[in-house]
């Protein structure tokens, strides 16, 4: 069964930092892409960032560039987001996912529970 423990949400002002991990376990993830997603309130859940087993196979959304930088550690199963400059709407649930690359659609069959991320102005 696999799970998905993220960790390092919290309260921070703006421009300032944080860094959030996520832990996966349960298989074998060398073929699965991980990454971020958010959910502010009132707004859809929207896709962050996420990186494939090989070394710059990242992809980030518009309002991650620049800012969030996705990384890695294949040994540990472990995926993070270093988010800096944050702004207020940064605010948001962020959730840990997982999954495959099928045709150049990507599709997210595993899903954390979420951390709260909260930027203050």
């Known amino acids: 069964q696999v799970q998905l423990t993220e960790s390092g949400g919290g309260l921070v002002q703006a421009g300032g930092s944080l860094r959030l991990s996520c832990a996966a376990s349960g298989r074998s993830f060398s073929a699965y892409v991980m990454g971020w997603f958010r959910q502010a309130p009132g707004k859809a859940r929207e896709f962050v960032a996420d990186i494939g087993w090989s070394v710059g196979n990242t992809l980030y959304a518009n309002s991650a560039k620049g800012r969030f930088t996705i990384s890695r550690d294949n040994a540990k199963n472990t995926v993070y987001l270093q988010m800096n400059s944050l702004k207020p709407e940064d605010t948001a649930v962020y959730y840990c996912?997982?999954?495959?690359?099928?045709?150049?659609?990507?599709?997210?069959?595993?899903w954390g529970q979420g951390t709260q991320v909260t930027v203050s102005s």
């Open positions: 996912v997982v999954g495959l690359v099928r045709a150049g659609t990507r599709k997210y069959d595993y």
